[in-house]
């Protein structure tokens, strides 16, 4: 399709059409939006979406910036947002000053979202004349329960276009590959505190520990991983057909001693594969704390 708000002379996919139509219905009446971005496949679909729809110079990116953003993923978004041409604005966000984040419940996301919204209400809304925020959740997320930071963005009245126009992860992927957005293939990566076990204290320094390892394991080829932090042991998760690669010589040793050079004295690799949630487990909303 050429850039995301270049003029073209071809229609757009199907999917494109219908999706600009339902977001341009969700922010009808929007002078200026800022998003809430992160540089996943699903907030960079909802930038794309909203500068087609109301013209990039009504359109901010606004992106939280704390201990718990892997310099790579921050980078990774002002990437995205470039191809996109909507200028972004970091926000620093202060989660781990709140004492129910560091205790890292099941609803920690809650904390995070919440402070990642007030920074923006506070820092941002009225210094860019916003008259709305927006973020990426979308018709999947909506049907699971293991999502707090839903909670927060609707006690702030953050608008979901996605959700709202019924588009699920298979069609965002698909509308991130007609706008050949960067992130389009790229693999869920939550932030570096949801490798941390419930219930275990989220400090800088094992944030800072999980974030080395990783990048250090994207460095030897694994794109699409996760590093559980349990105290000294590095538990890896990789998908099922990198583990073969990953206990061949040299391969193994070479793991072994990115991951220790990261922090960890013990390695271990997860035959299970990599789980999304893996820390959610038999939790759910019903028995999490109950939120403000």
Do not use: W
């Amino acid at each position: 399709m050429g850039s995301v708000n270049d003029s073209v002379t071809t229609p757009d996919p199907p999917d494109v059409a219908r999706a600009l139509a339902h977001v341009a219905e969700q922010l009808r009446g929007i002078g200026r939006l800022g998003v809430a971005f992160s540089g996943g496949v699903d907030s960079s679909v909802l930038l794309a979406l909203a500068a087609r729809t109301l013209g990039p110079d009504r359109v901010l990116a606004v992106l939280g910036v704390s201990p718990s953003l892997a310099a790579d993923e921050r980078t990774a978004a002002h990437t995205v947002a470039r191809h996109i041409g909507v200028p972004v604005v970091e926000v620093e966000t202060r989660e781990g000053e709140r004492d129910a984040y560091r205790a890292n419940g099941p609803d920690r996301c809650f904390h995070c979202k919440d402070e990642l919204f007030t920074r923006i209400d506070a820092a941002v809304s009225a210094q860019h004349a916003l008259d709305a925020v927006a973020y990426g959740e979308n018709a999947d997320d909506v049907r699971r329960h293991d999502r707090p930071g839903a909670k927060a963005a609707a006690a702030h009245r953050v608008l979901t276009p996605l959700a709202d126009a019924g588009l699920d992860k298979a069609a965002v992927r698909r509308i991130a590959r007609a706008f050949d957005l960067p992130c389009a293939d790229k693999p869920a990566a939550p932030c570096l505190a949801s490798r941390i076990p419930h219930f275990e204290i989220v400090s800088p320094r094992k944030l800072s520990e999980v974030e080395r390892a990783e990048a250090a394991l994207r460095r030897l080829g694994f794109n699409d991983l996760r590093v559980r932090h349990h105290g000294d042991i590095a538990r890896i998760e990789l998908p099922a057909d990198d583990l073969v690669r990953a206990v061949q010589e040299p391969m193994r040793r070479q793991i072994t001693q990115a991951v220790t050079d990261a922090g960890f004295r013990f390695v271990t690799l997860d035959l299970s594969g990599i789980q999304s949630g893996a820390f959610t487990g038999a939790y759910t909303s019903s028995n999490a704390p109950d939120q403000p």
